[in-house]
């Protein structure tokens, strides 16, 4: 069974920026496509950021320009900056990987307040 391990969670003030980690239990090269997701209280789950296993990366237009989304395939895991944060992206982000099964993390909190 994959597991994916999410971090780096947390408070911030609105214009600043946090960096998330999804660390996997087997090597990510394994996986199609990895990325991330979020889930604001009352609203449906949305892709956020999403990268292929040689490197090309999708964003949602919500996050284009805030937000990057790499992979470190020697220490087996993808990172998400998040830059210019705004109230708006406050929600429950979790991590995914698509290979021969769909894998989700447990998710990370993310809040944008002053």
């Known amino acids: 069974q994959v597991q994916l391990v999410e971090s780096g969670g947390g408070l911030v003030q609105p214009g600043g920026s946090l960096r998330l980690s999804c660390t996997a239990s087997?090597?990510?090269?394994?996986?199609?496509?990895m990325g991330w997701y979020r889930q604001a209280t009352g609203k449906q789950r949305e892709l956020v950021a999403r990268i292929v296993r040689f490197g090309s990366s999708v964003y949602a237009d919500s996050v284009k320009g805030r937000f990057t989304i790499s992979r470190d395939n020697a220490k087996n895991t993808v990172y998400l900056q998040m830059n210019s944060l705004q109230s708006e992206d406050t929600a429950v982000y979790y991590c995914y990987a698509q290979g021969d099964s769909d894998y989700w993390g447990q998710g990370t909190q993310v809040t944008v307040s002053s």
């Open positions: 087997r090597s990510i090269f394994s996986f199609n496509t």
